[in-house]
């Protein structure tokens, strides 16, 4: 059990990069997935030699069933399906990127009445209203959830995205927008939103209150981290605190991309011993080689450290955003496991075996 103290969000606003809401979170303070073989052995009885057969039955070892370190028990998945939707309420919708921000970002938060009963790293599939091309309903979008499982409110009766407006242009020159992104970041408060899910376990929080959680993240790929944060730092439990350290890479092109800035630096100011903070903006920021500040680029700087974290049974790694990070945080680690005599991509696989390196990308 949990009980609720009111607390104001702080959210970044077009104007800058701070918007005040009103929520409800879980805080002491205010904040801007038998064989049976037989066996012949003869004898010899008397003058006559005797073959005996000897049934030996050996019992094939119990199964040993795999216990996970993620925190797992009682997880629900695909409750509502397209068929099917929960029908929810936009409750709020803000933009959270800075006018001059490359792209615009929307935190949105939507009523379940607690009917969708999800965990920190799920995710939910929403269905935008109206018919495609074929006159055929929507397909859904799958997106992390960026709220805790308390929700923003801490009632237990929202859920949270964060989601970028997809605009691009084609090879023909021509304007094209995401159908489901445009859908949700233009959702007026009151309107009705179709959800499904909850889905996914590869992403939930680890058990151990002492584990060491690194983050990896670029853009909305924040969401589920976002979500891990609040449950650690923002809210009490009485079967959760959370002692361990949190480290949480975020990348972005620029500043006004910084999605939740404000929140994260106040629980760095809250928990200064348990929460680690380090941004990457690509456009603005460099290295000492002068090269591009990406946030494969901003880990290489704490390469040992990271390393030496990685071969820890209680240190896990959460990575979520576009596919491309993972490459480079392979290239630092590679060159670091080949200097102890260790193949990377083996030790990876062992990794993702025991749970500790999970990855969401897309």
């Given amino acids: ?8 969000v702080s959210l970044p ?6 918007f005040s809401s ?12 038998n064989k049976v073989p037989l066996y012949y052995r003869n004898v010899s009885g008397g003058s006559r ?11 094939a070892p119990a199964k040993v069933e795999k216990i996970s370190k993620k925190q797992d028990e009682g997880v629900i998945v695909n409750k509502f399906r397209p068929k099917e939707p929960y029908v929810g309420r936009c409750l709020l919708n803000t933009k959270i990127t800075g006018d001059d921000a490359p ?32 006159g055929k309903p929507h397909k859904l979008r799958l997106y992390s959830i960026a709220s805790s499982a308390l929700g923003d409110f801490g009632d237990s009766k929202t859920v949270s995205l964060c989601v970028k407006r997809l605009v691009y242009t084609n090879d023909k020159g021509e304007e094209v927008k995401g159908v489901c992104s445009n859908f949700l970041c233009d959702l007026k408060p009151g309107a009705e939103v179709k959800i499904t899910g909850p889905v996914g376990k590869e992403m939930l929080m680890p058990k151990d209150p002492n584990a ?7 853009g909305t790929g924040i969401a589920p981290f976002r979500s891990f944060l609040w449950k650690m730092f923002f809210e009490k439990h009485e079967d959760y605190k959370f002692n361990g350290t949190a480290w949480l890479f975020l990348g972005v092109p620029t500043s006004s991309s910084l999605l939740y800035k404000e929140e994260f630096e106040k629980m760095k100011e809250k928990a200064p011993e348990n929460f680690r903070l380090d941004f990457a903006v ?15 680029t901003r880990m290489a700087q704490y390469a040992e450290e990271l390393w030496t974290l990685l071969q820890k049974d209680n240190t ?4 979520c955003g576009l596919k491309g990070m993972e490459q480079g945080i392979d290239e630092i680690m590679s060159a670091l496991a080949e200097r102890d005599g260790i193949v990377w991509a083996d030790y990876k696989k062992q990794l993702k075996k025991a749970e500790q390196w999970n990855v969401e990308v897309y």
Avoid at 49 to 59: F, N, Y
Avoid at 119 to 133: F, K, N, P
Avoid at 212 to 218: G, P, S
């Fill in 1 to 8: 059990m949990a009980t609720a103290v009111s607390a104001a």
């Fill in 316 to 319: 896990f790694i959460y990575m």
């Fill in 282 to 296: 690509s456009r603005e920021q460099t290295n000492e080689k002068g090269e591009k500040m990406y946030i494969q």
């Fill in 103 to 134: 792209g615009e970002t929307w935190h949105m938060v939507f009523s379940t009445e607690g009917e969708v009963p999800y965990r920190e790293g799920q995710s939910i599939g929403v269905i935008a209203d109206g018919v495609d091309a074929n």
């Fill in 212 to 218: 060491t959680v690194i983050m990896l993240a670029t």
């Fill in 22 to 33: 009103r929520a409800s979170i879980i805080s002491t303070d205010k904040i801007n997935f």
């Fill in 49 to 59: 030699l005797v073959s005996i057969r000897a049934q030996v039955t050996t019992e």
């Fill in 13 to 18: 606003s077009s104007k800058s990069t701070s």
